[in-house]
């Protein structure tokens, strides 16, 4: 047990089975540039080598302090911590400085270990801040809360799973990372059934040289929470996700976020192979200098791998970015609900590739500098019913004879052959507030409407937390069957037969709350005209049909 002031001039090592405990308001010094066993990792430089036990209980009022003899300290003085082993590693207000690295975690083998950083300063280091790596089939449980990591010249938070069944569980909360080269990275390997889930939650994260939060997935199956996060002021994106596992599923969930004055993207989604569905709520994006949010499907890479990315994308604003608000290349479809989008450099919403229909609907999109609110760029149709386009827009589309041309304001079939229409029908004539409660809506059958028949309910959703289903009703409530989807839902109908009914949704959250009903009528009569779909029994065409 160290204590008082504690003066180090070489290796220090701890070997397995033994714990080296710092009581509370102990000094720890290391004579700078100086290494009397000549051994360690750096022969120059003294350096606590943990192969058993470190625990350092500082507290608020009696911190602990490991630092440079120097004069005039500099990063480099003295190495830092290097832990390997099964044993325990506890940092709580302890403050770790001018060292070549800050801690250097990293166990190998089929244990577990549940490192805790806490209430603690790691800062100018020549290196890495806080390096956390699992592999061999270790299970690493970490909590990583109440810290200050700054002024590092490599990470300042470093969390890997690696090699065959390793498990890393992370929990990243509350932090203030900035000054580093990176922020905060989480890494998992290619290797199989190596995972992580991982919790980063309500961390100040800025002023970093490259991203701000960088997460890589390549590993069978991965869970993460970005929540409640401020990242300003990065060098590269703020939020970079990327997804490169050729069999597993990455789930993600980046909500609550304040992503503003990045040097490039607030929000790059990048899927290389793997299936990745991200659901983004909720988030404000701003004054980047790239897009706001951008999410790409790699073609071509590894050809005998396929990729899905499926974005939802709900309850954010996103404004005044140097790029696009929002641009999506994928081979599925993007849902795109209840977000507003506004006052960006280039275009509103630029989508550049799809394969499938996308569904933008109930969102604000106006004011932004490109040629277009919404540019499709994809040979598939996008379902952009329900928007508030802006005065001009709305102008345009108001002056009748549509479906047409919106000149210079949607890029559609109307400007290229190739590509698909963009169906803007049924827009808003103001602005719509975003929702701070759960909320359904029916897009077809459209409200007050007679049709020969119809097969399916379609309708979008959104709220503020986790959608448990949607629920719809065709016969004024008595009975409700679930729909397929959430943000885009669909509901398989049978008419009955002729007559009038009322059409009704609603939302069932986490919490177990029906919100409020919505309601369309919708008349079903046999003797009008199959405007779309399939036939149902023999008709007859005459006169002009529509």
């Keep these: 047990t160290w204590s008082d002031t504690v003066n180090i001039t070489g290796d220090i090592i701890v070997p397995e089975g033994i714990t080296l405990t710092v009581s509370a308001g102990t000094t720890v010094q290391f004579l700078a540039l100086n290494d009397e066993t000549a051994g360690g990792n750096n022969a120059s430089r003294s350096e606590l080598l943990i192969q058993g036990s470190l625990v350092i209980e500082g507290t608020e009022a009696k911190p602990v302090i490991l630092t440079s003899t120097a004069s005039t300290p500099a990063a480099g003085d003295w190495d830092g911590i290097r832990q390997t082993g ?5 940092l709580r207000h302890t403050t770790i400085e001018y060292a070549s690295l800050g801690v250097d975690y990293q166990v190998d083998g089929e244990f577990s270990v549940s490192p805790t950083i806490e209430n603690s300063t790691i800062r100018h280091t020549k290196g890495r801040g806080l390096y956390l790596e699992a592999k061999g089939g270790a299970n690493l449980t ?6 200050t990591i700054h002024s590092n010249t490599e990470y300042g938070v470093y969390l890997s799973a690696s090699e065959s069944n390793t498990k890393l569980n992370a929990t990243v909360s509350n932090n203030q990372v900035y000054n580093n080269k990176y922020g905060i990275s989480l890494e998992g390997s290619s290797s199989s059934n190596s995972a992580f889930t991982a919790l980063l939650n309500k961390n100040q994260v800025h002023d970093n040289g490259s991203y701000g939060i960088y997460v890589q997935s390549r590993s069978a199956t991965n869970e993460l929470q970005i929540l409640g996060n401020t990242i300003y002021a990065c060098g590269d994106a703020g939020l970079y996700l990327k997804n490169d596992s ?19 993207v607030g929000l790059y989604v990048h899927n290389f192979r793997g299936e990745h569905r991200p659901l983004v709520r909720q988030n404000t994006v701003f004054n980047n200098e790239g897009n706001g949010l951008q999410f790409e499907q790699y073609d071509n890479y590894y050809y005998y791998y396929s990729g899905t990315l499926q974005p939802e994308i709900t309850l954010n604003e996103v404004h005044d970015n140097h790029g696009h608000g929002l641009s999506i290349s994928t081979n599925q479809s993007a849902t795109v609900v209840h977000n507003s989008i506004y006052d960006n450099k280039k275009n509103g919403i630029y989508l550049l590739k799809s394969n499938d229909v996308s569904h933008i609907n109930f969102n604000n999109i106006y004011g932004n500098e490109g040629d277009y609110a919404l540019y499709n760029n994809s040979s598939a149709s996008v379902d952009a019913r329900y928007n508030w386009w802006g005065a001009a827009l709305t102008q345009e589309m108001e002056a009748g004879n549509n479906p047409k041309n919106i000149t210079a304001h949607l890029f559609d079939i109307y400007d290229n052959d190739s590509k698909g229409i963009v169906d803007y029908s049924d827009w808003f004539s103001a602005e719509q507030p975003l929702s701070s409660m759960p909320i359904s809506w029916i897009k077809t059958p459209a409200n007050k409407t007679s049709m020969k028949a119809v097969d399916k309910i379609e309708g979008s959703a959104v709220a503020p937390i986790a959608i448990v289903r949607v629920e719809v009703s065709t016969d004024g409530g008595k009975t ?4 397929s989807g959430s943000s885009h839902w669909s509901y398989d109908w049978t008419v009955p037969g002729e007559g009038i009914y009322l059409i009704q949704s609603r939302v069932i959250t986490a919490d177990g709350i029906g919100t409020q009903v919505a309601e369309n009528t919708v008349t079903i009569d046999n003797s009008l005209t199959t405007t779309s779909g399939e036939l149902t029994a023999d008709e007859t065409w005459s006169d002009t049909v529509n």
Excluded at 86 to 90: H, S
Excluded at 480 to 483: G, I, K, R, T, V
């Design 86 to 90: 099964k044993g325990e590693l506890t």
């Design 142 to 147: 970490a909590s990583v809360q109440n810290n």
């Design 246 to 264: 050729s069999t597993g599923t990455f789930t993600s969930l980046i909500e609550g976020n304040t992503l503003r004055k990045n040097k490039n």
């Design 480 to 483: 409700w069957e679930p729909a």
